[in-house]
């Protein structure tokens, strides 16, 4: 049987959303985490989290939102790179530093080093119970299927899609 939620529970999710919707908002308008979290009375480690939030659990509203915090913030950091150019070129190593911190930002913010989450169907055996030659011959024909994805209809042309926007 399943489970009811009380009114309590559903009270608290439904302040969660309303502090979720808040916390957009006031980043969009250029807040910092921790100010965030002073205002609304949580840790700036909360108001973290409730950036972070998945984008399959959000409404279509939540989900614009995101994405303009998004580009705002890709902006922050492009602005960001851009007065530390001249210092990193010359040679500083703070800048340098700071430099590889905020790229190290933009590749989370935009998921570029999030693993490959690519589906693998398996019959009968699970992974745990296959030897090492049949887990190479999965991960060999994998790669033989992308590679083949990249060969047919997509001719190599240097165009990444990327129009430098």
Same mark, same amino acid.
């Given at each position: =049987?399943?489970?009811?939620?009380?009114?309590?529970? &559903?009270?608290?999710?439904?302040? =969660?959303?309303?502090?979720?919707?808040?916390? /957009?908002? =006031?980043?969009?308008?250029?807040?910092? /985490?921790?100010?965030?979290?002073?205002?609304?009375?949580?840790?700036?480690?909360?108001? +973290?989290?409730?950036?972070?939030?998945? @984008?399959?659990?959000?409404?279509?509203?939540?989900?614009?939102?995101?994405?303009?915090?998004?580009? /705002?913030?890709?902006? +922050?950091?492009?602005?960001?790179?851009?007065?530390?150019?001249?210092?990193?070129?010359?040679?500083?190593?703070?800048?340098?530093?700071?430099?590889? +911190?905020?790229?190290?930002? +933009?590749?989370?913010?935009?998921?570029?080093?999030?693993?490959?989450?690519? &589906?693998?169907?398996?019959? @009968?055996?699970?992974?745990?119970? =296959?030897?090492?030659?049949?887990?190479?011959?999965?991960?060999?024909?994998?790669?033989?299927?992308?590679?083949? &994805?990249?060969?047919?209809?997509?001719?190599?042309? @240097?165009?990444?899609?990327?129009? @430098?926007?």
């Amino acid at each position: =049987m399943a489970k009811r939620k009380t009114p309590k529970a &559903n009270a608290r999710k439904l302040a =969660m959303k309303l502090r979720q919707q808040k916390v /957009l908002d =006031m980043r969009l308008l250029g807040e910092s /985490l921790r100010w965030i979290g002073e205002k609304l009375g949580v840790s700036h480690e909360t108001v +973290r989290t409730d950036l972070d939030l998945k @984008g399959d659990r959000l409404d279509e509203s939540t989900q614009e939102k995101k994405g303009q915090m998004r580009t /705002l913030e890709a902006l +922050r950091l492009d602005f960001a790179l851009s007065a530390i150019s001249g210092q990193v070129t010359e040679g500083s190593l703070q800048a340098v530093d700071r430099w590889v +911190r905020i790229g190290v930002e +933009r590749r989370k913010m935009f998921g570029i080093d999030a693993p490959d989450t690519s &589906n693998i169907h398996l019959t @009968g055996n699970t992974l745990t119970e =296959m030897t090492n030659d049949e887990l190479r011959a999965i991960v060999a024909a994998k790669s033989r299927v992308d590679a083949s &994805n990249n060969d047919s209809g997509n001719p190599d042309n @240097g165009d990444n899609g990327d129009d @430098g926007e």
